[in-house]
T-cell receptor, first 114, second 111 residues
Framework: ETGVTQSPTHLIKTRGQQVTLRCSSQ?????VSWYQQALGQGPQFIFQ???????GRGNFPPRFSGLQFPNYSSELNVNALELDDSALYLC?????????????FGEGSRLTVL | SQQGEEDPQALSIQEGENATMNCSYK?????LQWYRQNSGRGLVHLIL?????REKHSGRLRVTLDTSKKSSSLLITASRAADTASYFC???????????FGSGTKLNVKP
């Protein structure tokens, strides 16, 4: 039990639509990152937020965007969905900065784009 | 993208045997972590080793790190059927604001 919850657990969208995925972190975890995991692959880093500002981004286009809120919740928004966006989306939180680096993951949201 | 790569991609062993999986990465790091993922679920943190450490133990887990070779290994001793999962290494590559995961080793422990 990591204390990180994600919603929805599963959803189906069609190409061109927009989707919002949500994550609720543990109290005190003010750093949250999002990952995309295609079937059979490792998680790919999308971006990280710290104190409501994006402070790190992977190789994902601008149609992937995020928000982080003061209540330790966050969102991942994906516009203009493509078939290749079908994946498990994971959020991970950790305590304020620091060198420890341990990530606490949610169970993920599985997105299917038809 | 700069990621770790695990080897082997898949490993099948009998219960009670040891399992060793390896990870290689490309740039300097602050620390390297290993995670476990049961099928389609979230990842669970197993162990973290800092760049100035060479070996670390946690229960049945032993992790080594060779920064000169940019490689790490994870040893699970006396494996159990419940250890069946995918195992991933993750590196920060010197930047605490980005984490990179490898493609994973899928471990199957047969009872």
């Amino acid at each position: 039990e990591t204390g990180v919850t994600q919603s929805p657990t599963h959803l189906i969208k069609t190409r061109g639509q927009q989707v919002t995925l949500r994550c609720s972190s543990q109290s005190g975890h003010n750093t949250v990152s999002w990952y995309q995991q295609a079937l059979g692959q490792g998680p790919q880093f999308i971006f990280q937020y710290y104190r409501e500002e994006e402070n790190g981004r992977g190789n994902f286009p601008p149609r992937f965007s995020g928000l982080q809120f003061p209540n330790y919740s966050s969102e991942l928004n994906v516009n203009a969905l493509e078939l290749d966006d079908s994946a498990l989306y994971l959020c991970a939180s950790r305590p304020q900065g620091g060198p420890t680096g341990e990530l606490f993951f949610g169970e993920g949201s599985r997105l299917t784009v038809l | 993208s700069q990621q770790g790569e695990e080897d082997p991609q898949a490993l099948s062993i009998q219960e009670g045997e040891n399992a060793t999986m390896n990870c290689s990465y490309k740039t300097s790091i602050n620390n390297l972590q290993w995670y476990r993922q049961n099928s389609g679920r979230g990842l669970v943190h197993l162990i973290l080793i800092r760049s100035n450490e060479r070996e670390k133990h946690s229960g049945r887990l032993r992790v080594t790190l060779d920064t000169s070779k940019k490689s790490s290994s994870l040893l699970i001793t006396a494996s159990r059927a419940a250890d069946t999962a995918s195992y991933f290494c993750a590196t920060d590559e010197g930047n605490f604001n980005k984490f990179y995961f490898g493609s994973g080793t899928k471990l199957n422990v047969k009872p």
